[in-house]
């Protein structure tokens, strides 16, 4: 086994915990185009989606958002602060409110498993 196998064992194992975190739920992989379009569908789903992060500051708030300018807040904006202007894909869990607009509750652990998964 080289290195680089014992890196997408490492990987697969991560993702194993990852899962087994969530109680083996099934995340869905959707752009933000579906998020934005279908919002109450994936209402309360784990979900992995990419965009740039953007920002305002008063008050400060972070969201991603595609070139057709679709968003979706994120949080804790502690999670994506270091990455202002990158293309950043994510892991966490979707909700919609009428007046509150889409959000995604970052999932940590998740997203550091994409992101090792990814190298």
Known sequence: MDVRDGLRALVLI???GVLAACGGERVSPVTLEQLAASAPAFNGELVETEGVVNRFD????????DDAINRVAVTPGSAVRDHLGE????????SYHPEEGREIEIDPAATAALRASAR
């Open 14 to 16: 991560l993702l194993l």
């Open 58 to 65: 008063d008050p400060e708030h972070y969201w991603l958002e």
């Open 87 to 94: 293309t950043l894909r994510v892991v966490g869990r979707f």
